[in-house]
């Protein structure tokens, strides 16, 4: 699992292991990690033209420092100040070394290999400072590889919100701990590819993170397996209130990502048990309302609801509730904090907008904010659908969870009416409504993947690639 920190968690943490070190040792630590890097990006060091970008801040000395080992090997190091002030101990290294401080930095930018910018550091906020912009946009313009030093200057660490002009690396390196702000979208799209270097932070950070991203193992050991006295019903049900006679296609999505999410049976209620029976037999149908459908483990309300009745009768149930699509339009924040059960709220940006009173464009600029205060508001588990997909908890000590295993490719109508029937299904087969998400979103980008590989694919497609990415993940 990876795990990432607050600027004041990994701050406090490099303040207590700085205290029982040499001055100065830690950003030699931190160099000799981003030397490395460099190294690793560029194949040949001898005759290399590298350029570092300098802050006025630590990170503006880890890239002296970094350049100054390069040039120790050969390579060609020029800086470019754009800081008030210089780290005057590693312009010392590096010219020491026989770097050299540039006078026309668009001249050197033009014959760079490789860029360096240590600009500003964690604690930077609210985009470059305009006599930066040109410079990073010609660094940019080259074709010269960017390495962001601990995270792409003009992002905010936190949050991942990136407010003006910032510097979008092809790979970042980063030091001690993985930044929340690197792991969120619209800032880990800056990052490009992460490197994180241990200096030895670990036992200074705190023990709850600020966010987590499962791999392949942490998944692994939450998907339901079958015993061997399990049956049908043992292994839990999932209800489904779906469709509509406008839109009966969602029900048979939704249908088919939970006949394929580790629960016993799949019990679908609404207006288009027709065609859901014709694509999938195997399904349990009932015309309604919920109330008097049967037992079920948990329930889904919403894809393709339209103005389908059901919402009432769902909520007043006494166990889990997944709500997407239409039944987000219907909710009230008071109702669903009051429920016995868990719920679970699975918006887009857009919907999640509607329900914070907000525009799009805050929420998706400030992705992480808006699944906390949704999830604290409604008293919910909320999946934030994205490029990066968030899972948050309603107790706010709890870290949120990250994905991103999916594929633009996954941006196709229907497949959010997927990953709502594949996570009702396992929180039908009893995983708590956090783990229950996170499983199904990083199934759910796993299947995209491997339905797309390239090119364009359909919901369907991406349902049908859920049984194989289950296999990957459990090995």
Known sequence: MRTAYRVESVRAAEAALMARLPEGALMQRAAAGLAGACTRLLGRVYGARVVLLVGSGANGGDALYAGARLA?????????????HTHEAGLAVLTGAGGSVADDPFAVLARADLVLDGITGIGGRGGLRPDAVPVVRAARGSDAVVVAVDLPSGVDADTGAVDGEAVRADATVTFGAYKAGLLV???????????LVDIGLAEHLPSVPELEALQHADVARLLPVPAAESDKYRRGVVGLVAGSARYPGAAVLAVAGALRGGAGAVRYVGPAAEAVLSRYPETLVHAGPPRKAGRVQA??????????????????????VLVDADGLRLLDPAAVRARSAPTVLTPHAGEAAALLGVAREDVEARRLDAARELAARYGATVLLKGSTTLVAAPEPAVPVRVNATGTPWLATAGSGDVLSGLAGSLLAARLAPRDAASAAAYLHGLAARRAARGAPVAAHDVAEALPGAWRDVVG
């Open 185 to 195: 979208d619209p800032a880990r799209e800056y990052a490009g590819a992460v490197r």
């Open 299 to 320: 329930w889904v309300i919403g894809p393709g609801l339209g103005d389908t009745p059901g919402v009432d009768d769902v909520m007043e149930s006494d166990v889990p």
């Open 72 to 84: 120790r090997r050969g390579a060609g190091v020029a800086a470019v100040l754009l800081g008030a």
